[in-house]
């Protein structure tokens, strides 16, 4: 069975660090490159930042470029973000995605809420 578990979201102030996880389980991790993508209020889901599979390739979007950094830890399956430098704008749920690089299967985790208080 696919599993996406997100952990780390929570209530922060303005300035402050978290770091979200991302426990992927029933799948060959190694094998996927993984994403953040993120949904505030009344907004849609956008892409926070990206990883290849092998750790060399980390793309992130401009709002998080400086502030943000995503790993991955192929042996544990885990993927993560840290999160620097928190803007009340960076409020929303934070989700985890698996995206295979050889079909179309994506997978989703259900997403950690992220409250960044001003």
């Known amino acids: 069975q696919v599993q996406l578990v997100e952990s780390g979201g929570g209530l922060m102030q303005a300035g402050g660090s978290l770091r979200l996880s991302c426990a992927a389980s029933g799948f060959t991790f190694s094998n996927y490159r993984m994403s953040w993508y993120r949904q505030g209020p009344g907004k849609e889901r956008e892409l926070v930042a990206t990883?290849?599979?092998?750790?060399?390739?980390?793309q992130y979007a401009d709002f998080v470029k400086g502030r943000f950094t995503i790993s991955r830890d192929n042996a544990k399956n885990m993927v993560y973000l840290q999160m620097n430098s928190l803007k009340p704008e960076d409020t929303a749920v934070y989700y985890c995605k698996a995206q295979s690089t050889t079909t179309s299967t994506d997978y989703w985790g259900q997403g950690t809420q992220v409250t960044v208080s001003s």
């Open positions: 990883i290849s599979r092998g750790d060399r390739i980390k």
